[in-house]
């Protein structure tokens, strides 16, 4: 199984600024996917990410709030833009291992006040 | 329009009873249905996968059901014990084209076994 490190675990950002969250995989992987879990909420998916690609963005989610980068393989960020109090979610990325689920990294908590 | 239903956002059992776990779809055709257990401030962790073609899974404790004519999959722990409390988080393999699948997840129901 694949082993994903991701941060910043957590942080507390001012309104109108931008965080970038890094998830770092310990094999190369085609595809990456960013995760939104809301308080109580389940997790909804926000975008796919190939390495050499734009990301493929979902419904609700945009590339100018939600800026996707894949430089290689095995690493990839999510910057979250411009934040409001709605943006306060968990974080999280993923990769798939064929036969084995999903893989998930431990999540990125942020608080936007 | 696509739904996932976990049917119980929270359920207690007694250590030791089994604990039946249920998820729903509509309107969808999934090649692959996942349960995954996330402990609060985690992510989720992948326990079990099932194909289309498959009607039980077994893992140890755990025993996944699959019906696609029901559009249901039933999620067993037996001899549950208090460190089985968790949420549990039924998720589908949905293929989105170009040979790419996307997981999609229903809400979950949280697991509480009392000693």
């Known amino acids: 199984s694949a082993v994903i490190s991701q941060k910043p675990s957590r942080d507390i950002c001012q309104r109108g600024t931008s965080l970038t969250i890094q998830c770092q995989v310990d094999?190369?992987?085609?595809?990456m996917f960013w995760y939104r879990q809301q308080p109580g909420q389940s997790l909804t998916l926000i975008a796919t990410?190939?390495?050499?690609?734009?990301?493929t963005y979902e419904s609700g989610f945009v590339i100018d709030k939600f800026p996707i980068s894949r430089p290689n393989l095995t690493f990839s960020t999510l910057t979250v833009s411009n934040m409001s109090p709605e943006d306060s979610s968990i974080y999280l990325c993923?990769?798939?291992?064929w036969g084995e689920g999903y893989t998930f990294g431990s999540g990125t908590r942020l608080t936007v006040v | 329009s696509q739904k996932i239903e976990q049917n119980s956002e929270a359920l207690n059992i007694q250590e030791g009873k089994t604990a039946t776990l249920t998820c729903n779809y509509t309107?969808?055709?999934?090649?692959?249905l996942q349960w995954y257990r996330q402990d609060p401030g985690r992510g989720p962790v992948f326990l079990l996968l099932?194909?289309?073609?498959?009607k039980e899974k077994r893992k140890e404790r755990l025993k996944v059901t699959f019906d696609t004519t029901l559009k249901q999959s039933l999620f067993h722990i037996t001899a549950s014990q208090p460190a089985d409390s968790a949420t549990y988080l039924c998720?589908?393999?949905?293929?989105?084209?170009?040979?790419?699948?996307?997981?999609?997840f229903g809400k979950g129901t949280k697991l509480s076994v009392i000693p």
């Open positions: 993923s990769v798939e291992v």
């Open positions: 094999s190369q992987v085609t595809m």
């Open positions: 990410a190939n390495q050499g690609s734009e990301a």
């Open positions: 309107n969808y055709s999934p090649a692959y």
């Open positions: 099932i194909r289309e073609n498959e």
């Open positions: 998720a589908l393999d949905i293929y989105s084209g170009a040979g790419s699948y996307q997981l999609t």
